[in-house]
């Protein structure tokens, strides 16, 4: 038992202070048995008063420290460095939350604040007098690893990793790489291409030795646990055959003649498809695709390119990798048939059509066979919805919509835009092309969420009415020769990889991770990590900065050879468990694994898996099982603390 114990009491500049009464709070700890020094400080993260502890700890000879502040998942790891640099062992600081748990939470009675805190420092001090020291476990982990998804952020994650000494392999689920944005012609605010990034980046990876890229390819089965997985790759053939030498005049001539034709999903559905395609010419890898399950295997394409091969099989690749990265990327929403008239009046389309129809279109801009003069742009759809699941800001939709107005002024003459919005959102820099579209004449209209724009048509013409804020409330509309829905943008459909990997996912969708501040790319699944757009919202610049962080963060992961985990985990004693199966039935890491121990079966923890979460112990029959840290008896003392 621990028998020199510090506690510090933070005023968290007046975030505690206001509500919880410190000084009480430091005088009652002060007389527990077992605490030899008892202070309160303005703010316990700052360097000053860090050093302080440091200081106290050794000139006092402190066995453990106890610091009442805010949530550990703030700044647990910030006081444990403290503790190990004056020579305590880290988990012997235990921190009590007493901001998030009780001056926030109370802020309307002080009193029951500051009385919940002295419980919760009190039992902080027990739980302190019985903590261990504990040392961290080391595990082996290859410096290999798994990125997935091969847009932008995960092109540019892997070619980073690779320049840093660790192996890649980059997978995508298409058949071609570059993800949403091959898709678009000039980039805001760069005026760059899509696919010029996207070149950029293939051609770097195609020379860069230890990145190996599989195309068609998607997460099969997954074993293992950090610094070791065990994954099966799924490769879908192209039914082309690899060494193809692309003879595009042949190719065309193929894609003439194959009778299959449906909606291309490259140009949203403005133009057709056929079975066998190639998107562009310099889309890459250079090879074109055979889309099976449209294809009638008709054997047309057959007789005219002997590179394709409708007999290829699908194939099945191991690879052992130390981590994952998810850069999988988003979609941009898809309206509801009806929503704002969406496919039930035929010139209303989506921002990602209209940026299609302009690169389709070179001399003017015309659609379903009319020239396009007023255009009408309403913005949040599907994002900020009221009644809808998508109530978050997809944030690039403003800067995407006005952007695009400016390019279509530029190229077409006698445009006139009208935009029917509820707010614009063109953040740092992007502020200038706002600037630039109010001076070229766009019109900027809002309303507010109670009074959304309406569409409707009248007479053969499409309105488009709104009750503008800025106009004093009046009533505005105009005949619109093509409107264009504002789409925000919404997660990707991985289900066959959430169900593999067990990523957690947030309510609005995307991946979540541990911290948006503090551990912005990590999730709770140890060596699964995640960049980009399939975690929120993110315009391209953010998505490298996302894929490089996470690049640094996976290095420094797996490079050193091993890897260092958090000793919180559970323990069994062999000796009582008869084993029942109920702690493997509810593990969700799947870290509890059966095996012969002395004559008898018997559960074991895998190391590498437990993330200390506890649900096993209360399931056991037997009471074989503890949890490193959260001891029996240690919670046991807290819960007196608490009820005395």
Same mark, same amino acid.
């Given at each position: ?341 969406? $496919? @039930? ?5 989506? %921002?990602?059509? !209209? ?5 389709? &279109? #070179?001399?003017?801009? =015309? ?106 409330? $009046? @009533? ?5 020769? %093509?409107?264009? !829905? ?5 997660? &990707? #459909?991985?289900?066959? =990889? ?129 949890? =490193? ?16």
């Amino acid at each position: 038992m621990k028998k020199r114990i510090g506690v510090y009491i933070c005023h968290c500049g007046s975030n505690i202070s206001d509500y919880v009464d410190v000084e009480k709070v430091k005088e009652i700890a002060g007389k527990e048995n077992e605490v030899v020094l008892s202070k309160t400080t303005m703010f316990a993260c700052a360097d000053s008063a860090q050093n302080e502890i440091v200081e106290d700890i050794k000139e006092q000879n402190l066995d453990a420290i106890v610091v009442a502040s805010c949530s550990p998942k703030l700044h647990l790891f910030t006081f444990r460095n403290v503790a190990q640099r004056a020579g305590l062992n880290p988990y012997n600081y235990i921190q009590v939350n007493v901001r998030e748990q009780c001056s926030w939470a109370h802020s309307d009675n002080p009193p029951k604040a500051t009385e919940k805190a002295i419980k919760l420092v009190l039992a902080g001090i027990e739980r302190a007098k019985h903590s261990q020291a504990l040392t961290p476990i080391s595990i082996p982990s290859n410096n290999a690893v798994l990125v997935v998804g091969a847009g932008i952020a995960g092109m540019r994650a892997a070619i980073e990793l690779a320049e840093m000494g660790t192996e890649v392999f980059l997978i995508e689920r298409e058949y071609f790489v570059g993800g949403r944005a091959s898709q678009w012609n000039e980039l805001f605010t760069t005026n760059e291409t899509g696919r010029e990034v996207v070149s950029r980046l293939y051609n770097k990876i195609i020379k860069t030795n230890n990145i190996t890229l599989f195309t068609g390819a998607d997460i099969d089965s997954k074993s293992g646990s950090v610094g070791d997985f065990d994954i099966k790759i799924k490769i879908e053939p192209r039914y082309v055959k690899s060494g193809c030498k692309l003879d595009w005049a042949k190719f065309k001539k193929a894609v003439e003649i194959c009778p299959v034709e449906f909606d291309d999903p490259f140009n949203f559905g403005l133009t057709k498809q056929k079975a066998i395609y190639k998107n562009y010419p310099s889309e890459f890898p250079e090879i074109p695709a055979i889309d099976f399950e449209h294809c009638n295997k008709c054997g047309e394409c057959v007789k005219i390119c002997s590179d394709i091969d409708l007999e290829q099989k699908e194939e099945i690749l191991n690879i052992n990798v130390g981590a994952v990265l998810l850069t999988t990327g988003a979609s941009p929403y898809e309206p509801e048939k009806g929503e704002f008239g969406y $496919k @039930e009046i035929d010139n209303i389309i989506t %921002l990602q059509q !209209l940026k299609r129809l302009i690169e389709l &279109r #070179e001399d003017e801009l =015309i659609y379903h066979g009319n020239k396009i003069k007023n255009i009408a742009y309403i913005y949040c759809v599907g994002s900020r919805q009221v009644d809808g699941e998508n109530k978050y800001c997809s944030r690039y939709c403003c800067t995407s919509a006005i952007h695009t107005a400016i390019m279509l002024k530029e190229k077409y003459k006698g445009i006139n835009n009208f935009h029917f919005t509820r707010g614009i959102r063109t953040y740092g820099k992007q502020e200038i092309l706002y600037n630039k579209a109010s001076k070229q004449g766009d019109i900027f209209l809002q309303s507010f969420e109670d009074s959304p724009t309406e569409v409707y048509n009248e007479k053969g013409q499409t309105v488009v009415k709104i009750k503008d804020i800025l106009t004093a409330d $009046k @009533e505005l509309e105009v005949n619109a020769d %093509l409107v264009v !829905l504002v789409t925000g943008m919404v997660p &990707r #459909e991985n289900n066959s =990889i959430n169900n593999i990997l067990k990523v957690p996912i947030g309510r609005d969708k995307f991946y979540n991770e541990i911290h948006p501040k503090l551990r912005p790319v990590e999730t709770v699944i140890d060596g699964v990590l995640i960049a980009g757009a399939c975690q929120a919202p993110l315009n391209i610049t953010e998505s490298v900065k996302s894929s490089l962080s996470a690049a640094a963060k996976v290095n420094s992961l797996i490079s050193k050879g091993e890897i260092e985990l958090e000793p919180t985990l559970a323990q069994i004693d062999k000796l009582s468990c008869n084993w029942c199966d109920k702690c493997t039935a509810v593990c969700p890491y799947d870290a509890i694994v059966k095996k012969e121990y002395d004559g008898k079966t018997v559960a074991v923890v895998n190391e590498a898996n437990c993330k200390g979460c506890g649900i096993c112990l209360p399931v056991c029959p037997s009471n074989s099982i503890q949890l =490193i840290g959260y001891t029996d008896v240690e919670i046991e003392s807290m819960i007196d603390a608490l009820i005395d």
